[in-house]
C-alpha cells in the first residue's frame, strides 16, 4: 500500500498483520517517523463535533512532524451547493467544485468528519461527502467518522485487540479501573502466550436516548472480518440488521447471552436502525429495551470478557458503572490507541506523497 | 521597502516587479525562508468568518517558519470600547486601548480580519479598526481584508495576471477543467512569450443576493493600476462608482459589451452600492440586473479572456457553471496564489523585524 | 519543586526567589529551554472564554518548544456527568471518568480553566472541575484561572511588582503613556536601588457591573503574603471579606483612604460577595459603590503608587481613564507578564516530567 491515497476500508491499509506491527513500533517510539512530516501540511475538516478524533489526530500528525490545520465548519453556518445550474441567491454561499480544491492548495494531506444525516440511506451510504473531497481535492483523504464509517476507530480497536490477545479469560494486568490515574498509561503490551484459537469477539447493540449513526459498528464489523484469527458474532434487536456488506461473514445471533457465551471481548454501540429490513425505518430508534444494556450478568456469561466501546459512552443506557470501571474494561486503552491507528496512517499516506 | 510595518495599500510592497519576482521565486520553494520565522510568532484576529483567508495565511506562516496563534473574535460577543470617559457598564467589557497592546505584547506580527459595517460610510473607509491595531499594537500589522481593501486577494491576482501573461488569446494550457482534481496543481508558470503590448484586465460588477463590502474590487482596482503593462477597465451599472482614490486612472464603461471587447482578463465581483454618487446609497443594493451575469456569451467578446473571480463565488449570479468550470477559467489558481501572496508579504515584515 | 505536578496555588511553586530569578532569565531569553518542550505536547482546556490566557499560555508553551492543542469546551453544549448510577439519558453525553482520562491520553501536560459557578459555594471553593483533571487525567494540571484561583496571574503580578520594586515613590522609567505602541514592550528590567524597606502593596475592591469571581484577589493575596519584603493590605467595603485561608495574615482596613496612604502598589479588582460574612451573599453584588473607584485623587493619597489590574478592565467602573493611562499604570507590563511567568510554570513541569 505504498500508494494510499484515501483511508476509508479495511483493504485501504493492506494486509493487517503488516498494519499491526507498524502500530507496536510506532507506538514504542511515536516520533520515530517525524522526518517523513517536514513541511507537511494535514487540513482536518470537521463538519460535525469531535473530542477524541479531533484531540487524537492532531496529536499523530504532530508525531510526525505535520504542522496542523483545524478547520470547524458549521454545517448551518457553511452550506455548500452541490448541483450544477441552480442560482445560488439561497443560503449557500459557496459551490463545492470550488471550496474542495482551493481547500486541497493548501494542505498536503486532509482528514474529514462528516456524520450521517439519517434521513437519506442512499445519500449517506454514497458517502457524498467522502467522496466529492477525495474527488476535487487533490490530495489525499481520510474519514475521521464519515457517514457509514469510522475506520480509524476501527483500527484502534483492532490494536487493542492484539494487545489483549495475550490475556484471553485472565482479568487484565495491571488495571485495578479503567478510570484511574494510570488506567490510560497502558505500555506497550508484549504479546505474550497467544492462544491457539481463533478469539470470540461479540459486537452487541445497546440501547440510547437519541439516534445514532452506524459508522462505528459498520467499520468494526468490517475490521474483525478481515482480522486475523477472529471470530466475529453480532447481536442486536431484530429489525437492527448492519448493511450486509460491513456484517459479511459474521454470525447474526439475536439471542444476546447466546452471542455473549464464551466471549472474548464485547464490543457495545448503539446505533439507530440502518433500514436493512425496512428502509422505513432508516435512522430511526425502533427499540430502546433496556435488558441489552451490559451489565455485570452479561458479562458473567463471557470467557472473563473484555469491555469495549468507542466512546463516548451513555452509562447505566448501553453499559453500568460496575462493567466499565472494572478491570477488564479497555475503554480508556482503546481510546489511547486511536493516536496509534491515526499515526499508521498518516504515516503511510506521507511515505506515498 | 526593508522597513515594511504595515501592508494595506499597494505601495506598501514597493516595486511590483520585484514583489513579482520573489513571488515566483518561493513559489518554486516555499520553505526557502524558513528561518526567518523561526521562534517568530503570528497573530490572526478574525473579526468574521473567513475560509480561504484562515488557510492560506496559516500555511505561509508556517511555511516561513513561524508559530501560529488564531484567535475567533465573535464580534458579537466581544466589544470592545473605543470612546473614553464612559462608564462601561454596558455590554462592552474591555476598552480597546487595553486590548490591542495586551494582544501585541504575545506575538511579533498581527493579521487583522474586519469586514465593513456597511452603514457608515465615513467610519468603514476610515478603517477603523485596522488602524487601531496599527497604531496601539506596536507590531507590523496586514490586513487580511479590512473595511476597505483586500490587498493579499489583489497582490495573489496580480501574481495570476503574470503566471497567465503568455497566454493572453489562447485556451489555458493544460487546464481542462478548473475543478478537475488537477485544477488546483498549477505549476510554476514559465513566463514566457509576453506579448509586447499591455493586458486589457477587466473588473466587471455582477448581481449578488446580499450587500458585499467593496474591499475586493478597491483593492484590484488600485493594484491594476499599479501594475506593469496592465490597462484596467471597470463596468458596473450607474450609480455603483468605486470611491476615486480606487479607481484612479482607470476607464469606467457603463456598457458591460463594450467593456469586455477584446478583454484579456475579465474579473467578476458584486459589491454594494459604495455611495460615491449618492451618500444614502452607501451599502445598499441598488442594482440586481441579471444581464451582467458573465455567461459564454459575455466571455465571446473578449479575445479569449481568462475567467477570475475571488471566491466564495454565487454561481449563476455572478457566473455561470460553464464559464467557471471552463479552461479558461483561473479561479482555483488564483485562490492557490493566495499561499504565495501572503508569503512574500510575511517574509517582508519578518525582514524587518 | 523538581517534581511539580500541579499549579495551583503558592507553595507549588517553591521558593519565590528562585522562581523570580527563573522569570528574569526566561525574559532576557525567551526561547533558552526550547528543548524541554520537544516532541511533549500541552493540552489547554477552556470551559469558559479566554484572551490573556490563551493566548499568552500558547506563546509561553511555543517559545518552550511544545505542541500545543487547544480545546473549547461550550459549557452549553458538552455537559460531563460527574455522578455514579445515573442513567445518562439526558443533556451530558459523556462521564468525565471516561472524558478527563481520554484527554489525558493525548497529551503531556494540561491547563484547564473553569470560573465559578458563583450559586453553590462549597462546590467552587472544593476546586470540583480542576481537582477531577488532577485525579483522573494522569499529567501535570496547571490552573489557567479555576474557580476560586489564578495563579499565573499572581506570579505575573509579582514579576512585575519585583520589576518596579527599584522605581519605588518614583514615576515609572520611559512610560508616558501605558497605552502607547510602546506601552507593551518593557526590556528587561534593571533590578536596582531596591528600598530597604518592605513595599506596601494595597488590593482593593472596585465596583462593576457584573457578579465576578473570587479568583483573581484569592491568588493575588495569596502570593502578596508569600513574597519577600510584602506588606499586603487588603481594602474592601463591609461583607466582601475574602476566605480566610487567602487572606492569611494581610491587614484588612475597610477605609479606603486610610489603605492608600503611602501605597507603593495599588493592585485594583471587582469581586463579588464571598460569602464569608453572609453564606446566602454567596456570589451577589452586595455593593456597587462608585466611591471605590480608583481616581486620581485616590492615586494622590499614595507614594506615587504604581497601578495594577489583571484585565480585562471596565473603565470609570474600577479605574478612571487618567489613572490607567497614567505613566504609573503597568496594566500592559502585566499582561505581558503572563507570557513569562506560564514559561516559568511550564518549565518547571517539563523538569518534571
Redesign the interface.
Known amino acids: 500500500m505504498k500508494n494510499m491515497r484515501t483511508f476509508i476500508n479495511v483493504e485501504d491499509i493492506g494486509p493487517l498483520e503488516k498494519a499491526l506491527a507498524e502500530a507496536q513500533e510506532i507506538k514504542n517510539d511515536?516520533?520515530k517517523y517525524?522526518h517523513l512530516g517536514k513541511?507537511k501540511?494535514l487540513?482536518m475538516i470537521f463538519f460535525n463535533?469531535s473530542?477524541?478524533t479531533?484531540?487524537?489526530t492532531?496529536?499523530a500528525a504532530?508525531?510526525l512532524g505535520m504542522?496542523v490545520?483545524v478547520?470547524d465548519v458549521n454545517a448551518g453556518?457553511?452550506k455548500l451547493?452541490t448541483e450544477?445550474?441552480?442560482?445560488?441567491?439561497?443560503d449557500k454561499?459557496?459551490?463545492l467544485?470550488?471550496?474542495i480544491?482551493?481547500?486541497?492548495?493548501?494542505?498536503d494531506m486532509i482528514g474529514v468528519r462528516s456524520f450521517a444525516g439519517l434521513t437519506d440511506r442512499e445519500y449517506d451510504y454514497a458517502e457524498t461527502v467522502l467522496n466529492q473531497f477525495i474527488?476535487?481535492?487533490?490530495r489525499p483523504v481520510f474519514a475521521m467518522e464519515t457517514a457509514t464509517v469510522h475506520p480509524l476507530q476501527a483500527f484502534a480497536d483492532l490494536i487493542t485487540i492484539e494487545e489483549y490477545r495475550g490475556y484471553v479469560g485472565t482479568v487484565a494486568r495491571g488495571r485495578e479501573n479503567?478510570?484511574?490515574?494510570?488506567?490510560?498509561?497502558v505500555p506497550p503490551y508484549p504479546r505474550t502466550s497467544v492462544p491457539p484459537r481463533k478469539l470470540k469477539v461479540v459486537l452487541t447493540w445497546a440501547p440510547h436516548?437519541r439516534a445514532l449513526p452506524q459508522a462505528v459498528p459498520n467499520s468494526f464489523a468490517q475490521w474483525m472480518n478481515a482480522a486475523p484469527d477472529v471470530d466475529l458474532v453480532i447481536t442486536h434487536p431484530e429489525g437492527y440488521e448492519l448493511d450486509p456488506k460491513f456484517v459479511g461473514n459474521a454470525v447474526v445471533e439475536y439471542d444476546q447471552k447466546k452471542a455473549f457465551e464464551g466471549a472474548d471481548f464485547i464490543y457495545a454501540k448503539n446505533w439507530s436502525n440502518p433500514g436493512v429490513t425496512n428502509p422505513a425505518d432508516y435512522g430511526k430508534i425502533t427499540s430502546k429495551d433496556m435488558s441489552w444494556t451490559v451489565d455485570t450478568e452479561h458479562m458473567s456469561w463471557t470467557n472473563n470478557g473484555k469491555f469495549m466501546h468507542c466512546?463516548?459512552?451513555?452509562?447505566?443506557?448501553i453499559v453500568t458503572?460496575d462493567v466499565?470501571?472494572s478491570p477488564n474494561s479497555l475503554?480508556?486503552p482503546e481510546?489511547?490507541n486511536?493516536?496509534i491507528s491515526c499515526s499508521v496512517v498518516i504515516k503511510r499516506m506521507l511515505e506515498a506523497l
Open positions: 511515536r516520533f517525524q513541511n501540511t487540513m463535533n473530542l477524541r479531533r484531540l487524537s492532531q496529536k504532530m508525531n504542522n490545520i478547520l453556518a457553511w451547493e450544477r445550474g441552480v442560482i445560488m441567491d439561497g454561499s459557496e459551490h467544485l470550488e471550496a480544491p482551493v481547500m486541497g492548495c493548501y494542505c474527488k476535487y481535492s487533490g479503567s478510570a484511574s490515574a494510570e488506567g490510560n498509561l436516548c466512546l463516548p459512552v451513555r452509562r447505566n443506557l458503572d466499565i470501571e475503554v480508556i481510546a489511547a486511536r493516536e
